[in-house]
């Protein structure tokens, strides 16, 4: 083995190993006297035997596990889905390369090769989140939707093996790494269902100290999805990302600028907000903040955004008696809870 070659580092999963093969197989096209190699590390929350055969996603902890290793000098690189993601990532550690965005849609999988408008009413479809559930909820009413939890693995046992479930939602990218796409019935269009922001994008991850590196990765780096990925970013971080909501988000770059949209679905069955904001590629982090804000200026939204952080229904508040009577105190305690600074400007 080339002991200067650049190692990649990634999990004993199925999932991480193909990820980080698709940014290696390209690396190796356009720079083909490159030397390369993987550096396959134990998951710190999996046993190894289960992590070898699994098709999980990385959580948290295997997130911030891959950035300490990278830093520690274990690998030089390391390859995630940018929807994985927590930021600020660890210090000394930045995004260093954004390949094309892969499919960034949502892919129906079923054993019965129907189309989710053919799928009998009472049909049971499994969700990976409130983001798709509560979106699909309310242009599907005659399905159950089940929210899932054991990340891909676990949703296709129960799809294909023990047949608990009559239709799946994922994300295509995964769905497309793993090669599943046999028993892929249709993908959403965005229009029908918005996917989680950074859906389909990889992100390469180096040391913020590691000059050469990005010149190394440059023939691999698409400054559209980079884009798309800052005004994704952006959005999510004028919420509370380390809390599951029923937010969708997806931006996209032409020649003409960026468009990023929008949705907030709500446990009740309904899409409370759907908004867009359109501008110059060059702001897309701007663009994705101001679309946050329009988003939390609706009290429709807010209230979608509520039920799913407080199902059981928010904690006593000793002030609510003094609560202006013209005023929701659910929606005061949301406000307060997501740090605005007083009320959020109006939409244009």
């Not at 996603?57 to 596990?65: G, N």
């Not at 699909?136 to 693995?153: E, Y």
């Not at 679309?291 to 200026?297: D, G, K, V």
Request: charged residues 25%; aromatic residues 4%; negative net charge.
């Amino acid at each position: 083995m080339n002991a200067n070659a650049i190692s990649f580092g990634c999990l004993n999963t199925q999932l991480a190993k193909d990820q980080t093969k698709v940014v290696l197989d390209r690396l190796q096209e356009v720079s083909p006297r490159l030397a390369v190699r993987l550096e396959v590390v134990a998951s710190p929350v999996l046993p190894a035997q289960l992590a070898a055969s699994s098709f999980l996603v990385a959580d948290a902890a295997e997130v911030e596990f891959i950035q300490t290793e990278l830093l520690r000098g274990a690998f030089r690189l390391a390859v995630l889905c940018a929807q994985d993601l927590t930021l600020p990532l660890c210090d000394g550690v930045r995004i260093v390369a954004v390949p094309p965005r892969d499919t960034p849609f949502d892919a129906f999988l079923t054993r019965q090769s129907l189309i989710i408008d053919d799928m009998p009413e009472g049909s049971v479809i499994g969700a990976l989140n409130l983001r798709s559930r509560t979106q699909m909820q309310a242009l599907w009413p005659g399905l159950v939707f089940r929210q899932l939890r054991g990340g891909m693995q676990s949703a296709l046992e129960a799809l294909l093996r023990r047949c608990e479930l009559d239709g799946l939602v994922a994300p295509a990218a995964v769905v497309e790494h793993l090669g599943l796409q046999g028993i892929v019935a249709e993908i959403f269009n965005p229009e029908l269902i918005l996917p989680s922001g950074g859906q389909g994008i990889l992100a390469v991850l180096g040391r913020a100290d590691d000059s050469e590196i990005a010149a190394l990765l440059a023939p691999l780096h698409s400054e559209p999805t980079e884009r798309e990925l800052a005004a994704e970013f952006a959005f999510l971080q004028r919420f509370a990302r380390d809390l599951e909501l029923p937010v969708g988000v997806l931006a996209r770059c032409t020649d003409d600028g960026l468009t990023v949209s929008s949705a907030v679905g709500s446990a009740a069955g309904a899409i409370a907000s759907l908004q867009q904001r359109e501008g110059p590629a060059e702001q897309a982090a701007i663009l994705g903040t101001e679309l946050a804000e329009a988003i939390l200026a609706h009290d429709d939204a807010l209230i979608g955004l509520l039920e799913a952080d407080f199902p059981e229904g928010l904690p006593a508040d000793d002030d609510e008696q003094d609560q202006e009577q013209d005023q929701d105190p659910d929606l005061a305690v949301l406000k307060e809870y997501l740090e605005l600074d007083g009320e959020p400007p109006e939409p244009e």
